[in-house]
Structures are given as C-alpha cells and as structure tokens.
C-alpha cells in the first residue's frame, strides 16, 4: 500500500506519517529528509544555494523516484510538494492514497511560529504577519490539497489523527 500524506506546513505529516507506517507496518519516508539524504544537504542550503525552482525540480524526480520504486510506503511530502509540476498527478496516479490532513489556521500558525528557524519560506516573516502569509498561501495551495483521497482532520493528537486515517484506509 502506498499512501502520501499532503497538508500546509506543520500540519503534522513526518510525525503522523512514522506513526501511521509504524502501525501498518511499512516503511515511512519523509520525502524532504529523503532529498536531503540524497543531496546531502539540508533544504536550507538547497533553497540558498540553488533556489526554489532548482529545488522544485530535483523535489518532482525524488517524488516520482520514491513512488515508482516502492511497493508500499508511507510518504510525508513539503507543504508545497503538491503544487508544483505535475506533482499532483503523480501522487494521485501512484498512491493508492493520497491523504490531506487539513488544519485551521490559527492552529497552523500557532505550530509554525514555534518552529520558524527550520521553515526557509517563513523565517524571515515576524510573527504578526503570520496568520496572512499562512492565510493567502493556504488559498493558492487548498486547489491541490483537495484533489487528495481523503481528507483528514490534522489538529488532534498524532495517535488519534493515525486512527482516522486507519479508518479510511482498511
């Protein structure tokens, strides 16, 4: 079973996904370590170093790469993994699921704000500005996002996200 976990940044997908993997009993891959692992380099410095679209482009193949080349997995992508080429089609067309885990707002920044420094595309925004930047992004981005599967409630506990998805998949 293939299945890859969507959703805005600090929705929850690494630490749901280990969870969700754990309990299937199949390998999870968090696909920005996995780029990281592969470059060896953080996305920090990929992003610094070579920009966005340069990373866009290597983040597609890595997608693509882990899809193809594993019969079951649980994937976590990038918040914006899914809007960029034909990333949403790929995820659709080599998942059997494709899960958006969906987050209010407040409850997004409230998660991003603690951890701004390992966010290349928010760590320079003040924290005033968060639920804006938050806001307009998620807009552009919710098009894909709902294109998943199943969509999932992200603001509970790890454990009890895991058990809705277990749901929808079994």
């Known amino acids: 079973m293939k299945v890859v976990l969507l959703g805005y940044m600090a929705s929850g997908k690494s630490t749901v ?12 891959l ?4 996995y780029i990281e692992e592969q470059e060896k380099k953080s996305i920090k410095t990929i992003f610094s170093e070579k920009g966005e679209i340069h990373f866009r482009k290597l983040e ?3 997608l693509a790469k882990i899809l193809q080349e594993n019969a079951s997995v649980v ?10 080429g034909n990333n949403m089609q790929t995820i659709l067309e080599e998942a059997d ?15 991003i704000a603690r951890e701004k420094e390992n966010r290349p595309l928010v760590k320079d925004i003040p924290d005033a500005d968060l639920p804006e930047f938050v806001g307009k992004h998620l807009f552009e ?7 998943a599967h ?3 409630n992200g603001k509970g506990k790890p454990e009890a996200v895991v058990d809705e998805i277990k749901k929808v998949l079994l």
């Open 17 to 28: 996904g280990r969870l969700l993997a754990s309990e299937l009993g199949i390998p999870f």
């Open 30 to 33: 968090d696909l920005d370590s």
């Open 60 to 62: 597609h193949q890595m």
């Open 75 to 84: 994937l976590s992508t990038g918040g914006g993994t899914p809007c960029y």
């Open 97 to 111: 699921h494709a899960i958006y885990l969906q987050m209010a707002i407040p409850d997004l920044v409230e998660r």
């Open 141 to 147: 981005r919710i098009p894909y996002y709902s294109q």
């Open 150 to 152: 199943h969509m999932i």
